[in-house]
Every structure is written in structure tokens, then in C-alpha cells.
């Protein structure tokens, strides 16, 4: 099954240990998998207070995407899923006919209700907050991890 995801980050990383991690993950995936982060800029918009935030973040993600592109929000009201169940969540995306599967982290204050109604898939990493920066990361290696189950890669467990 060829994948191709895109990480959409609000805000840049600009810290160098976790570009590296996530620079080791995105190395590990074959040409089946073609997985990439992009970063939109919205750290400009961090000023603002924390309503308009979340609006602007909301409408500069929206206006990034493509039709072709089926959008998964990450966000603390998502789904949260075990490994297995991040696995089939690809599967039914893949399914129902994704060209591009696009995972959005948002900046600190989320995303719009708006947005959220909008989605057909949301997706929690964990409970806890997390900065997004960790966030990405975590993200990848999730996405490695179910690539290293779908290809016999003794890495999960």
C-alpha cells in the first residue's frame, strides 16, 4: 500500500534535538511510504490573544489544503488509539480513498469548534499537553511504528 502523509505544524521547530529525531524517523521510511512535515508560520499570530489565535490558526490551515487531501486534526479532544488502533485509522482513511493523508498540529490554543465539526477524523496523542514540538515527534515515530508493523520491521516490541 503506497501512503503518502503530510505533517502539518503550525509553528516552526526550531530546536535542533528534535529536527534530529525527527530527521532519524523520516530517514527510516521507504519509497512506499512517502511521509514529509510542512510548517505554515502561524507563529506570528501568537500575539494575539488566545481566541483570535486559534481563529487565525484555524483559517491559515484551511487555506493550505488541497481538496485531493484528507485532513486528521490533532487535537486534545481526539481519538486516542493504541498502536493497532493508529494502524486501522490508516487503513479506513486509506480506504475511504485519501490521495493525502494531512495530520495538523495546532499551536497552543487548538483549533476552532468551526474546524473541528468539520473533520471526520480527530486525533489525541495523549491525555496530557504536550509542546507541539514533542508533539511531532511523537507523531512520526507513531507513523514509523505502524509502517514497521505493516512491513515486518522487528521494531514494534
Same mark, same amino acid.
Given at each position: #500500500?503506497?501512503?503518502?502523509?503530510?505533517?502539518?505544524? %503550525?509553528?516552526?521547530?526550531?530546536?535542533?534535538?528534535? /529536527?534530529? $529525531?525527527?530527521?532519524?524517523?523520516?530517514?527510516?521510511?521507504?519509497?512506499?511510504?512517502? &511521509? *514529509?512535515?510542512?510548517?505554515?508560520?502561524?507563529?506570528?499570530?501568537?500575539?494575539?490573544?488566545? !481566541?483570535?489565535?486559534?481563529? @487565525?490558526? !484555524?483559517?491559515? $490551515?484551511?487555506?493550505? /489544503? +488541497?481538496?485531493?487531501?484528507? $485532513?486528521?486534526?490533532?487535537?486534545?479532544? *481526539?481519538?486516542?488509539?493504541?498502536?493497532? *488502533?493508529?494502524?486501522?485509522? %490508516?487503513?479506513? &482513511? !486509506?480506504?475511504?480513498?485519501?490521495?493525502? #493523508?494531512?495530520?495538523?498540529?495546532?499551536?497552543?490554543?487548538?483549533?476552532? +469548534?468551526? %474546524?473541528?465539526?468539520?473533520?471526520?477524523?480527530?486525533?489525541? %496523542? !495523549?491525555? #496530557?499537553?504536550?509542546?507541539?514540538? $514533542?508533539?511531532? &515527534?511523537?507523531?512520526?515515530?507513531?507513523? @514509523?511504528?505502524?509502517?514497521?508493523?505493516?512491513?515486518?520491521?522487528? @521494531?514494534?516490541?
Amino acid at each position: #500500500m503506497f501512503v503518502e502523509i503530510q505533517i502539518t505544524a %503550525l509553528c516552526k521547530t526550531k530546536d535542533s534535538s528534535f /529536527l534530529a $529525531l525527527e530527521q532519524e524517523y523520516l530517514k527510516r521510511f521507504s519509497s512506499s511510504w512517502k &511521509v *514529509g512535515v510542512r510548517e505554515l508560520g502561524g507563529e506570528k499570530f501568537l500575539k494575539h490573544s488566545p !481566541s483570535e489565535q486559534c481563529r @487565525y490558526h !484555524s483559517e491559515l $490551515l484551511q487555506k493550505s /489544503l +488541497d481538496p485531493s487531501q484528507t $485532513l486528521i486534526l490533532l487535537d486534545e479532544g *481526539g481519538k486516542e488509539h493504541t498502536t493497532q *488502533g493508529f494502524q486501522q485509522l %490508516l487503513r479506513i &482513511v !486509506s480506504r475511504e480513498g485519501a490521495q493525502r #493523508m494531512v495530520f495538523a498540529i495546532g499551536g497552543p490554543q487548538g483549533w476552532s +469548534d468551526e %474546524l473541528k465539526r468539520s473533520v471526520q477524523h480527530s486525533l489525541s %496523542l !495523549s491525555k #496530557m499537553t504536550m509542546p507541539y514540538q $514533542l508533539a511531532r &515527534v511523537v507523531l512520526i515515530e507513531q507513523l @514509523y511504528r505502524v509502517y514497521a508493523l505493516q512491513n515486518h520491521i522487528p @521494531y514494534h516490541r
